[in-house]
């Protein structure tokens, strides 16, 4: 699955990669070398930072998914136990 950004955000990116670039490297990089590098990024290490999210989510439900039961537990055969408390 490729990871696919807004244009915005693909502007952001390479205006954040140059200004990266322009601050800590000897030389600057130009936009379609900036575009180009976020793409290589995208592709080859994105799909690592989207599976350890996946993974991170999954992690988080399941735990959720484990507390169900004590949110929306019911005791069973309460309706003389409230009868009898009555008297």
């Known amino acids: 699955m490729a990871i696919e950004i807004s244009k915005e955000a693909r502007q952001q990116a390479i205006a954040s990669i140059e200004r990266y670039f ?15 590098l976020l793409g290589f990024f995208l592709e080859e290490v994105g799909p690592l930072v989207y599976n350890q999210a996946v993974a991170d989510v999954q992690e988080r439900l399941q735990a959720r998914v484990a507390e169900v039961d004590l949110e929306v537990h019911e005791d069973e055969f309460q309706y003389w136990r409230k009868y009898d408390r009555k008297r």
Do not use: L, T
């Open 22 to 36: 322009r601050e800590y490297m000897d030389e600057p990089i130009g936009n379609v070398a900036a575009g180009g």
